[in-house]
Structure formats: C-alpha cells, structure tokens
C-alpha cells in the first residue's frame, strides 16, 4: 500500500515510522531541516522509539518537500498537521487541514483522506460537502487522464503505434464527451442534494490517543483504534494500523464520523479533568497543611478510581488538553453544562494557587527548572509552568529559565541561563513541575508538586 502523511510532528511521525514497517510511506513536510533528519535516520522530535526505529529498523519510508511526489500515486492519505485553537474565534484553526485537502483533490482527487488532526465535532462532514463540487470536477478529469494514459500505454506496448493518431482524434472526443458529464455533475452538486456518497470527497476521520514523547510506543500498543466511517475503506485503514502493531487484540472501533470527533474530544477532556480534580485534591491539602500523598494514594486504592493519572502538577497543559477542553466548550454553546466549563477554570485557578504559594515566599529570583511538561518530551508548547512564570513576573519579580531545548537567550523577556550550577545559584525559588535528580541537591530551594515521580 502507498501511504503518504502531511505533518512530522508527533502524530504524523509516529505514523509513518509504524506505517512503513510494511508499506510505501512518503511523509511531507514544509520543514527542510526535518525532512534532511528523517532521511538520515535521525528522529527530529525527542521519541525513543522513533529514533530507535529511524536508526535500526529497515523501513520504506522517504521525506519530502514535494507535494506532487508526496500524494501522486498515494492510496490513503493522512492529515496530520497542527490546529492550534483560536481563542478570538473559538474554534480550531484547521486551514492546514484544508490546505492539504485542496493539494490532494488538485493532484490525486481519488485517494483517500484521512484526517488525524483534531478538530471540531462536525468539521469532516462540513468540509466534505465544501468541497463536494471540487472533488467531483477534479474526479473527473483525473480518472479520464488516466484511462487515457492506460490505453496509450498499453497500444505503444504493442506495438500499435501507427494507431496512436486515430486514438488521439478518439480521445479527444472521449475527453468532450467526459467535460459535458462533469459539467452537469458539478451543475448538479451545486444544489444541496449531496445524498450520494460518490459525490462527495474520500475523506475519513480517525483520532490519534498519543503522548508527547511516547507516540510510537503508542501506536505499537495502541489502546483503541477508531475510524469515524463503516465502510471497506475505513476497515482498510484499520488494518494497516493493526498490522503495523506489535499487538493483535487492539479494539476496533468503526463509527459515524461526527461520533469519532466527539470521542476524541471527550477523552482529552476527560483525561483534563482528572488531571484538574487531583490537582485541587492537592491544593486543599497544602492550604490546610495535609499531607496530599496519603489522601491521593487512600482515594486511589477504589479500583472504580485506581491510582493511575494522579499526579499533581502546575495544571494541565502540552499541545492537546488545553485546547481540546476549550474547543469542546465552544461546542457546547447551545447545551446547558456545567462540567466542562468548571475544567477549563480549573486550570486557570491551579495556576494562580501556584503563583500565589511562590510570591508569599518573597523571592527576589525564581529560577523555572525546565519548560517541557514531561520527560521524554522535547515540548514545552502551552506548558502550564508558563502561565505561572507570567503571574510570578505580573508581581515584578525577577524570573530566569534553564531549558536546555531552547537556544535562544531570553524566553518571554525573562533570561535563559545555560549553567545549571548558575541557575541553581542565583535563583532563590527553583519552581519544578517535576523533581529530577539534576536538582535534588538543592531540594530545599525547590517547590514543586510532584509525590510521585511521574507524569
């Protein structure tokens, strides 16, 4: 099979590096630097399964810049580009999504899409129908090319070539006939009757359930499989995921497409909530001086609960649960709730409960240990340890960074110190929202959250 993926991110990565375990995989990238990466072998995100496979394991995967070489012959093509939420429009901003839909519809109209980016509950079936009419005229002229290239080929191998000037005047007249088809199709789908399947773009949903850091190791022991249509093409594309696995029991689940946008958002918004409930556990405990690590580890042993996921940290953060708890609010506009809007807050309040425990101890310095919000993670985008540095520096006190990711010299105007014997020297508070054995030397200047050592 022929697979190409728009995105080398976490998700677009992991995918191609388990896909092409077995099939033909093109990965496309808009990144130069990436692409040179991956065709060394090297992984340009931190995963460990991902640079073990790029390095060790015989795979048929190539990256490209080229978006012709990348869709052209491609049987599914999955979408694996960012959607940042857009706090001005609530809502994800999904334009590279349709950028790539419009790239493949103008090269390959006739590839399956597949859309592993997050978006909102509705959007596929939306943007099947924007762009129904496109599909169908592009449909159109690229299966007549290429039935008129198939038959060309097969009279030159022949050895019919005297006969290609008649087929040519014959082709011609297939090409009118085929354009006055197309003309009343695309005449006929601008109306609203989009009831037939064949009229509208090959495009399916599947969420990804990744860790930053983890994602193949994910993907090769996935907990689920969801494809958002009942269809042989979505049992295909099921497969293929199943086959690249190192586990043949993984649950599969074939759903309606809106169905499978809303599992996904429900699940982050589910795991957000766990995350926001221990954290408040755990901001009760340190108001009233209780020791939170015996209530957590109490609470846990229900097995209804488990003592799984419950460890407390500055919030929840990373590129997915905040913004898929806001986008999933957004969706709620015209339903009464009041679950979902109380774990966006969460968040906000742990932060400045955080904030607040810092500034009474009237620092002069406070030194942020690591912006990533996990180990193994190279990521530190919406890292909740953020929005707790931007209330510490609101109070006017000074606030310095050690991250070793970063190259830069300042990070929002606060000063990246290199020298971790200097940053633990000048900072007066060391905030960490996990202890590591690089700072335990100075645990008494440390404050974090963290009882369990995990994430």
């Not at 630097?33 to 399964?49: C, F, H, M, R, T």
């Not at 000037?165 to 006929?188: F, M, P, Y």
Request: with cysteine; proline share 3%.
């Amino acid at each position: 099979m022929k697979v190409a993926i728009a995105g080398t991110g976490y998700v677009g990565l992991s995918l191609a590096v388990l896909l092409a375990q077995k099939n033909e995989v093109v990965a496309l990238d808009i990144n130069a630097q990436k692409v040179e990466l991956i065709n060394a072998g090297k992984s340009p995100i931190s995963d460990a399964e991902i640079s073990d496979f790029l390095a060790n394991k015989k795979l048929n995967l190539t990256a490209t810049l080229d978006k012709q070489l990348a869709y052209q012959y491609a049987d599914f093509i999955i979408i694996a580009t960012p959607t940042d939420y857009d706090p001005e429009t609530n809502y994800f901003n999904t334009q590279s999504v349709e950028a790539v839909i419009e790239d493949v519809l103008s090269i390959n109209p006739d590839a399956t899409m597949v859309i592993k980016s997050t978006v909102p509950v509705g959007y596929t079936e939306s943007v099947k129908r924007k762009y129904a009419s496109r599909y169908l005229e592009n449909s159109l002229t690229h299966q007549t090319q290429k039935k008129r290239r198939l038959k060309l080929e097969a009279v030159v191998s022949a050895g019919q070539r005297h006969d290609l000037e008649k087929i040519s005047i014959g082709n011609r007249l297939w090409q009118s006939a085929t354009q006055l088809h197309q003309n009343l199709c695309v005449a006929d789908i601008k109306g609203d009757e989009l009831s037939e399947s064949d009229s509208l773009p090959n495009i399916l949903f599947s969420p990804e359930f990744l860790r930053e850091g983890k994602a193949l190791h994910d993907n090769l022991y996935p907990s689920r499989i969801v494809v958002g249509e009942q269809s042989q093409r979505a049992r295909i594309f099921a497969q293929l995921l199943v086959e690249g696995s190192k586990q043949a029991d993984t649950p599969v689940l074939y759903t309606d497409t809106t169905e499978a946008e809303a599992i996904k958002l429900f699940s982050n918004t589910y795991l957000a909530m766990r995350v926001a409930y221990f954290n408040e556990l755990d901001s009760y405990a340190e108001t009233h001086g209780l020791d939170s690590r015996q209530i957590i580890e109490g609470v846990g042993l229900d097995p209804r609960i488990g003592s799984h996921y419950n460890n407390p940290s500055f919030g929840y953060g990373g590129y997915c649960l905040p913004k898929d708890t806001r986008q999933l609010l957004a969706n709620y506009q015209n339903v009464p709730n009041n679950l979902i809007r109380a774990i966006v807050d969460a968040n906000t309040t742990r932060k400045e409960f955080i904030a607040d425990s810092i500034i009474r101890r009237n620092p002069k310095v406070v030194g942020i240990y690591r912006l990533v919000m996990k180990s193994g993670s190279d990521n530190f985008r919406a890292s909740a340890i953020q929005g707790v540095m931007k209330r510490i520096k609101a109070k006017g006190i000074e606030v310095i960074v050690y991250e070793p990711v970063l190259e830069e010299e300042t990070f929002f105007r606060s000063a990246v110190v290199k020298d971790l014997g200097e940053f633990k020297a000048r900072a007066d508070v060391i905030l960490a929202n996990r202890l590591t054995d690089e700072i335990i030397d100075i645990e008494g200047k440390v404050y974090t959250r963290d009882l369990f050592g995990q994430d």
